[in-house]
């Protein structure tokens, strides 16, 4: 049985997520993060030295890094959801993969944290702001009439960036990007995906459901 060690509002949620739609059984270990800090709790150092989730536990395997969970999982339980190592798509696939924690999170992370250093971090938000259009620029491109990532169905370069769509959805960032949110949102309302959340707990980064149309008024004859 697979044990997820799993840190609330983390990308440990895609993992769930995936495990959902792979079908496989596995055991939840929680940790909750510092109501004040917002960081991990110390127990996780005692799964792993960095003491950040994720993490997954298989069959005497300890693996860390979503990017090589998600590899591991895909390639042992449901090589569904990745194209053929010999075809065409692969390389597609191997550079969402490596793209979403390598390069889109980073100007994430550093907007998040130069948002605690108040006036002493102006010189740096313009750039940043700037690396995150661009990465969204990119990403919306390559949702221009396609569903998912990587030819015509879901695989674990969605996997991989859901986490990008969710936080530029969920902070508001992606309103210039209807396609990303659409996309966060299509992920989002999946059963599997419902699923994950229900065994996961509350997801800070779960979206509101879209606003429904008014009904159009009734005219007098």
């Known amino acids: 049985m697979i044990t997820v060690h799993h840190l609330n509002n983390s ?41 950040k989730s994720p993490v997954i536990e298989d069959g005497g395997r300890r693996i ?38 390598g390069t889109a999170m980073l100007p994430f992370m550093l907007k998040l944290y130069t948002s605690r250093l108040g006036h002493a971090a102006a010189p740096l938000a313009p750039r940043i702001d700037e690396q995150i259009a661009s990465h969204l620029d990119f990403f919306d491109a390559a949702l221009v009439d396609r569903e998912w990532l990587v030819g015509d169905r879901l695989s674990g370069a ?18 210039p990007y209807p396609r990303i949110v659409d996309y966060a ?27 429904t149309a008014e009904p159009a008024a009734a005219t007098a004859e």
Do not use: C
């Not at 959902?20 to 270990?29: H, P």
């Not at 969605?158 to 309103?175: N, P, R, Y």
């Open 11 to 51: 990308r440990s949620q895609r993992i769930l997520w995936l495990l959902e739609e792979l079908g496989v059984g596995y055991d939840i270990k929680f940790y909750t993060r510092d109501t004040t800090t917002n960081l991990a709790p110390p127990e996780l150092k005692a799964v792993h030295p960095l003491g």
């Open 64 to 101: 860390v890094e979503s990017g090589a969970i998600v590899e591991y999982l895909i390639r042992t339980y449901g090589p569904h959801l990745m194209p053929a190592a010999d075809g065409p798509l692969y390389d597609d696939y191997l550079e969402w993969l490596h793209f979403a924690e």
């Open 158 to 175: 969605d996997v991989m960036m859901s986490f990008v769509a969710e936080i530029a959805a969920a902070q508001g960032l992606a309103g």
């Open 185 to 211: 949102r299509r992920i989002q309302s999946r059963p599997q995906w419902q699923a994950a959340l229900a065994r996961g707990g509350p997801y800070l980064f779960t979206l509101p459901a879209p606003p």
